[in-house]
Protein backbone atom coordinates (compact mmCIF):
# COMPACT_ATOMS: atom_id res chain seq x y z
CA UNK A 1 0.00 0.00 0.00
CA UNK A 2 2.46 2.22 0.78
CA UNK A 3 4.03 1.83 -2.65
CA UNK A 4 0.66 2.37 -4.38
CA UNK A 5 0.13 5.66 -2.30
CA UNK A 6 4.14 6.62 -3.51
CA UNK A 7 2.68 6.44 -6.97
CA UNK A 8 -0.33 8.64 -6.32
CA UNK A 9 2.11 10.78 -4.75
CA UNK A 10 4.78 11.35 -7.08
CA UNK A 11 2.32 11.18 -10.07
CA UNK A 12 0.42 14.35 -8.71
CA UNK A 13 4.35 16.24 -7.83
CA UNK A 14 4.84 15.44 -11.77
CA UNK A 15 1.81 17.56 -12.51
CA UNK A 16 2.27 19.97 -10.15
CA UNK A 17 5.87 20.35 -11.33
CA UNK A 18 4.13 20.78 -14.50
CA UNK A 19 1.92 23.53 -13.78
CA UNK A 20 4.66 25.47 -12.05
CA UNK A 21 6.77 25.74 -15.02
CA UNK A 22 3.75 26.76 -17.23
CA UNK A 23 3.80 29.34 -14.58
CA UNK A 24 7.24 30.18 -14.36
CA UNK A 25 7.30 30.28 -18.36
CA UNK A 26 4.82 32.46 -18.32
CA UNK A 27 6.67 35.44 -16.08
CA UNK A 28 9.97 34.89 -18.12
CA UNK A 29 8.34 35.55 -21.48
CA UNK A 30 6.60 38.71 -19.47
CA UNK A 31 9.77 39.73 -18.27
CA UNK A 32 11.77 39.34 -21.59
CA UNK A 33 9.28 42.04 -22.91
CA UNK A 34 9.94 44.08 -19.52
CA UNK A 35 13.40 43.56 -20.05
CA UNK A 36 13.72 45.01 -23.37
CA UNK A 37 11.44 48.12 -23.17
CA UNK A 38 13.52 49.09 -20.11
CA UNK A 39 11.03 48.44 -17.38
CA UNK A 40 12.82 45.78 -14.96
CA UNK A 41 16.96 45.58 -14.60
CA UNK A 42 18.87 43.18 -15.37
CA UNK A 43 19.09 41.13 -12.41
CA UNK A 44 15.14 40.83 -11.90
CA UNK A 45 15.68 39.69 -15.62
CA UNK A 46 18.33 36.71 -14.73
CA UNK A 47 16.11 36.13 -11.72
CA UNK A 48 12.97 35.06 -13.50
CA UNK A 49 14.92 33.44 -16.24
CA UNK A 50 16.95 31.11 -13.32
CA UNK A 51 13.01 30.35 -11.68
CA UNK A 52 11.95 28.89 -15.31
CA UNK A 53 15.34 27.33 -15.62
CA UNK A 54 14.80 26.00 -12.41
CA UNK A 55 11.28 24.97 -13.00
CA UNK A 56 12.14 22.67 -15.81
CA UNK A 57 14.95 20.71 -14.13
CA UNK A 58 12.29 19.89 -11.06
CA UNK A 59 9.82 19.21 -13.89
CA UNK A 60 12.52 16.82 -15.04
CA UNK A 61 13.54 15.44 -11.50
CA UNK A 62 9.73 14.48 -10.67
CA UNK A 63 9.84 12.60 -14.03
CA UNK A 64 12.34 10.78 -13.06
CA UNK A 65 11.07 10.06 -9.87
CA UNK A 66 8.00 8.61 -10.74
CA UNK A 67 9.76 6.02 -13.01
CA UNK A 68 11.89 5.06 -10.15
CA UNK A 69 8.50 4.42 -8.10
CA UNK A 70 7.18 2.52 -11.19
CA UNK A 71 10.21 0.25 -10.73
CA UNK A 72 9.98 -0.07 -7.63
CA UNK A 73 6.18 -1.17 -7.71
CA UNK A 74 7.22 -3.57 -10.96
CA UNK A 75 10.25 -4.99 -8.19
CA UNK A 76 7.61 -5.90 -5.77
CA UNK A 77 4.25 -6.58 -7.77
CA UNK A 78 6.30 -7.89 -11.44
CA UNK A 79 3.93 -5.88 -12.67
CA UNK A 80 4.16 -2.63 -14.89
CA UNK A 81 1.98 0.28 -14.20
CA UNK A 82 0.32 1.99 -17.54
CA UNK A 83 -2.31 3.71 -15.44
CA UNK A 84 -1.96 5.22 -11.93
CA UNK A 85 -5.43 6.09 -10.05
CA UNK A 86 -5.77 9.60 -8.15
CA UNK A 87 -7.06 9.29 -4.81
CA UNK A 88 -10.52 11.58 -3.82
CA UNK A 89 -10.69 13.66 -0.50
CA UNK A 90 -12.78 12.32 2.25
CA UNK A 91 -13.60 12.71 5.59
CA UNK A 92 -11.75 10.07 7.43
CA UNK A 93 -13.63 9.27 10.97
CA UNK A 94 -11.05 9.73 13.33
CA UNK A 95 -10.26 6.61 16.03
CA UNK A 96 -9.73 7.22 20.04
CA UNK A 97 -6.87 4.86 19.97
CA UNK A 98 -5.71 3.80 23.52
CA UNK A 99 -1.54 3.49 23.11
CA UNK A 100 -1.24 0.75 25.92
CA UNK A 101 -3.95 -1.31 23.99
CA UNK A 102 -2.24 -1.37 21.11
CA UNK A 103 0.84 -2.21 22.26
CA UNK A 104 -0.63 -5.38 24.46
CA UNK A 105 -2.15 -6.33 21.44
CA UNK A 106 0.34 -6.48 19.18
CA UNK A 107 2.71 -8.23 21.68
CA UNK A 108 0.49 -11.21 21.81
CA UNK A 109 -0.76 -11.08 17.70
CA UNK A 110 2.15 -9.85 15.82
CA UNK A 111 3.72 -12.54 13.64
CA UNK A 112 7.17 -11.69 14.26
CA UNK A 113 6.81 -11.34 17.50
CA UNK A 114 5.17 -14.61 17.40
CA UNK A 115 7.73 -16.75 15.45
CA UNK A 116 10.20 -15.09 17.52
CA UNK A 117 8.89 -16.56 20.80
CA UNK A 118 8.26 -19.85 18.88
CA UNK A 119 12.07 -19.98 18.38
CA UNK A 120 13.33 -19.16 21.63
CA UNK A 121 10.74 -21.90 22.77
CA UNK A 122 12.32 -24.05 19.73
CA UNK A 123 16.19 -23.57 21.41
CA UNK A 124 15.17 -24.18 24.84
CA UNK A 125 13.79 -27.67 24.46
CA UNK A 126 17.04 -28.02 22.27
CA UNK A 127 18.83 -27.46 25.18
CA UNK A 128 17.05 -29.97 27.07
CA UNK A 129 17.43 -32.15 24.57
CA UNK A 130 21.03 -32.25 23.98
CA UNK A 131 21.08 -32.60 28.30
CA UNK A 132 19.52 -35.37 27.95
CA UNK A 133 22.35 -37.71 26.10
CA UNK A 134 24.34 -37.08 29.25
CA UNK A 135 22.96 -39.02 31.70
CA UNK A 136 21.25 -42.79 31.43
CA UNK A 137 17.77 -43.26 29.97
CA UNK A 138 15.25 -45.70 30.87
CA UNK A 139 13.45 -46.57 27.31
CA UNK A 140 10.09 -48.63 26.66
CA UNK A 141 10.79 -51.03 24.01
CA UNK A 142 7.54 -52.61 21.93
CA UNK A 143 8.46 -55.58 19.87
CA UNK A 144 6.24 -57.08 17.11
CA UNK A 145 6.77 -60.45 14.75
CA UNK A 146 5.90 -63.47 13.30
CA UNK A 147 6.91 -66.57 14.67
CA UNK A 148 7.05 -69.83 11.94
CA UNK A 149 5.10 -72.85 13.77
CA UNK A 150 5.08 -74.83 11.13
CA UNK A 151 5.19 -78.83 12.27
CA UNK A 152 7.23 -80.52 8.99
CA UNK A 153 6.32 -79.89 5.53
CA UNK A 154 2.98 -78.51 4.80
CA UNK A 155 1.12 -78.37 1.68
CA UNK A 156 -0.64 -75.31 2.65
CA UNK A 157 2.78 -73.23 3.43
CA UNK A 158 4.11 -72.08 6.13
CA UNK A 159 1.90 -71.79 9.69
CA UNK A 160 2.59 -68.75 11.69
CA UNK A 161 1.58 -66.81 15.03
CA UNK A 162 1.99 -63.41 16.06
CA UNK A 163 4.67 -62.46 19.04
CA UNK A 164 4.89 -59.68 21.12
CA UNK A 165 7.24 -58.22 23.78
CA UNK A 166 7.16 -55.42 25.93
CA UNK A 167 10.51 -54.43 27.44
CA UNK A 168 12.19 -51.95 29.96
CA UNK A 169 15.71 -50.98 28.94
CA UNK A 170 18.35 -49.30 30.56
CA UNK A 171 20.67 -47.05 28.37
CA UNK A 172 23.50 -45.94 29.23
CA UNK A 173 25.20 -42.90 26.57
CA UNK A 174 28.34 -43.47 24.72
CA UNK A 175 31.16 -41.30 26.41
CA UNK A 176 31.79 -38.15 23.83
CA UNK A 177 34.45 -36.57 25.63
CA UNK A 178 33.83 -32.51 24.81
CA UNK A 179 31.64 -33.14 21.71
CA UNK A 180 28.56 -33.14 23.59
CA UNK A 181 29.56 -30.14 25.51
CA UNK A 182 29.95 -28.09 22.96
CA UNK A 183 26.58 -28.85 21.60
CA UNK A 184 25.01 -28.28 24.85
CA UNK A 185 27.13 -24.91 24.87
CA UNK A 186 25.75 -24.21 21.51
CA UNK A 187 22.08 -24.98 22.13
CA UNK A 188 22.26 -22.38 25.01
CA UNK A 189 24.48 -19.67 22.74
CA UNK A 190 21.24 -20.14 20.19
CA UNK A 191 18.65 -19.54 23.02
CA UNK A 192 20.50 -16.52 24.37
CA UNK A 193 20.47 -15.38 20.40
CA UNK A 194 16.49 -16.30 20.03
CA UNK A 195 15.72 -14.68 23.21
CA UNK A 196 17.78 -11.32 22.40
CA UNK A 197 16.23 -11.37 18.74
CA UNK A 198 12.57 -11.96 20.69
CA UNK A 199 13.70 -8.98 22.92
CA UNK A 200 14.82 -7.10 19.91
CA UNK A 201 11.21 -7.92 18.12
CA UNK A 202 9.03 -6.07 20.36
CA UNK A 203 11.02 -2.83 21.06
CA UNK A 204 11.06 -2.87 17.50
CA UNK A 205 7.05 -3.33 17.14
CA UNK A 206 6.23 -0.94 19.91
CA UNK A 207 8.33 1.68 18.39
CA UNK A 208 6.02 1.17 15.46
CA UNK A 209 3.55 1.44 17.39
CA UNK A 210 4.08 4.26 19.37
CA UNK A 211 5.53 6.28 16.18
CA UNK A 212 3.12 5.64 13.89
CA UNK A 213 0.08 6.46 16.74
CA UNK A 214 1.68 9.60 16.68
CA UNK A 215 1.87 10.31 13.18
CA UNK A 216 -1.84 9.17 13.12
CA UNK A 217 -3.15 11.35 15.55
CA UNK A 218 -1.05 14.42 13.97
CA UNK A 219 -2.37 13.69 10.42
CA UNK A 220 -6.11 14.47 12.07
CA UNK A 221 -5.13 17.96 12.77
CA UNK A 222 -2.91 18.49 9.73
CA UNK A 223 -5.73 17.15 7.18
CA UNK A 224 -8.58 19.03 8.86
CA UNK A 225 -6.36 22.53 8.44
CA UNK A 226 -5.12 21.62 4.62
CA UNK A 227 -8.70 21.42 4.13
CA UNK A 228 -9.20 24.71 5.13
CA UNK A 229 -6.32 25.93 3.01
CA UNK A 230 -7.51 24.43 0.09
CA UNK A 231 -11.04 25.28 0.37
CA UNK A 232 -9.53 29.01 0.90
CA UNK A 233 -7.09 28.57 -2.31
CA UNK A 234 -10.09 27.38 -4.72
CA UNK A 235 -12.12 29.93 -4.23
CA UNK A 236 -9.48 32.25 -5.07
CA UNK A 237 -8.51 30.36 -7.95
CA UNK A 238 -12.29 30.23 -8.94
CA UNK A 239 -12.44 34.40 -8.93
CA UNK A 240 -9.06 34.58 -10.94
CA UNK A 241 -10.45 32.27 -13.90
CA UNK A 242 -13.36 34.09 -13.44
CA UNK A 243 -11.20 37.73 -13.76
CA UNK A 244 -9.07 36.32 -16.72
CA UNK A 245 -12.21 35.30 -18.98
CA UNK A 246 -13.07 39.01 -18.16
CA UNK A 247 -10.10 40.45 -18.71
CA UNK A 248 -9.43 41.58 -15.49
CA UNK A 249 -6.59 39.03 -14.76
CA UNK A 250 -3.44 38.61 -16.99
CA UNK A 251 -2.80 35.36 -17.86
CA UNK A 252 0.44 34.77 -15.13
CA UNK A 253 -1.98 36.10 -12.33
CA UNK A 254 -4.55 33.37 -13.54
CA UNK A 255 -1.41 30.54 -13.18
CA UNK A 256 -0.63 31.88 -9.95
CA UNK A 257 -3.98 30.81 -8.59
CA UNK A 258 -3.77 28.20 -10.01
CA UNK A 259 -0.82 26.75 -8.61
CA UNK A 260 -1.52 27.91 -5.05
CA UNK A 261 -4.49 25.92 -5.60
CA UNK A 262 -2.58 22.93 -7.12
CA UNK A 263 -0.66 22.74 -3.90
CA UNK A 264 -2.74 23.01 -1.72
CA UNK A 265 -4.52 20.12 -2.95
CA UNK A 266 -1.49 18.00 -3.51
CA UNK A 267 -0.65 19.32 0.06
CA UNK A 268 -4.18 17.85 0.90
CA UNK A 269 -4.03 14.66 -0.67
CA UNK A 270 -0.37 13.63 0.46
CA UNK A 271 -1.58 14.85 4.21
CA UNK A 272 -4.50 12.22 3.44
CA UNK A 273 -2.56 9.59 2.52
CA UNK A 274 -0.08 9.58 5.55
CA UNK A 275 -3.03 9.77 8.05
CA UNK A 276 -4.79 6.35 6.07
CA UNK A 277 -1.72 4.67 5.99
CA UNK A 278 -0.55 5.34 9.46
CA UNK A 279 -4.13 3.68 10.60
CA UNK A 280 -3.42 0.83 8.22
CA UNK A 281 0.19 -0.19 10.26
CA UNK A 282 -1.18 0.17 13.43
CA UNK A 283 -3.64 -2.70 11.90
CA UNK A 284 -0.81 -4.34 10.95
CA UNK A 285 1.41 -4.11 13.66
CA UNK A 286 -1.28 -5.89 15.10
CA UNK A 287 -1.88 -8.54 12.93
CA UNK A 288 -5.38 -7.57 12.35
CA UNK A 289 -5.52 -6.11 8.91
CA UNK A 290 -8.32 -7.23 7.16
CA UNK A 291 -9.51 -7.14 3.49
CA UNK A 292 -12.54 -5.13 4.14
CA UNK A 293 -10.00 -2.11 5.16
CA UNK A 294 -8.15 -2.43 1.96
CA UNK A 295 -11.63 -2.68 0.36
CA UNK A 296 -12.43 0.95 1.84
CA UNK A 297 -9.25 2.21 1.05
CA UNK A 298 -10.13 1.00 -2.63
CA UNK A 299 -13.27 3.21 -2.72
CA UNK A 300 -11.01 6.85 -2.32
CA UNK A 301 -9.66 5.64 -5.57
CA UNK A 302 -10.35 8.07 -8.88
CA UNK A 303 -10.70 5.22 -11.56
Given at each position: ?50 EYES ?54 NNNT ?191
Open positions: MRHYFNLIKFKNALALSEIENDYQRSKYRVSTKLYENGSISVEEYETLKNSKNNFNISKNNLTQIKNDVYIFSGKELNDINDIKLVTINHKNLVLDDLITSAFTIRMSKQGMSINRNEIAAQRSRHYPTIDLVVEYDYLDITQGGSQFGATTREDSTISLVLNFPIFNGGYQSSKIKEARLNYQKARLDHTNSRRLIRKEIIDNYNIYNTNEGLYSTSLQILKTYQKKYENAQEGYEKGIYTNTQMLEAKLEYSRALFDAKSIMMDYLFSELTLDHLQNNLSVSSLRRINTYLAW
